[in-house]
């Protein structure tokens, strides 16, 4: 006795259309949030680097006003000081 097999549900067929649609859509999707993330951090390093060129700007003009203000610091304390060719009585 055996019993009648009942025909394969109508979608069946179409399973491995659909799950490669699947997988192809996962990919994708993981692709997009790389992506996403390596434009992230190239927005960031950027971001860093200009950062960086400006504090050495600022550095370096800091340092020359620093430069200046010690120059006439020293003009002054040679105008203050005894020359030294005199000696002390």
Do not use: C, N
Not at 10 to 34: Q, T
Not at 35 to 54: N, P, S, V
Not at 70 to 81: D, F, G, Q, S, T
């Amino acid at each position: 006795m055996t019993a009648p097999s009942s025909p394969p549900p109508w979608w069946a067929p179409f399973v491995p259309v659909i799950s490669l649609i699947i997988v192809i859509a996962g990919v994708v999707l993981a692709s997009g949030g790389y992506i996403a993330t390596l434009k992230d951090h190239t927005r960031r390093i950027d971001q860093l680097e200009a950062d960086a060129r400006t504090d050495a700007k600022t550095r370096t003009e800091m340092l020359q006003q620093l430069d200046l203000r010690l120059a006439r610091i020293e003009v002054k304390l040679e105008m203050m000081a005894p020359p030294k060719s005199e000696k002390a009585p």
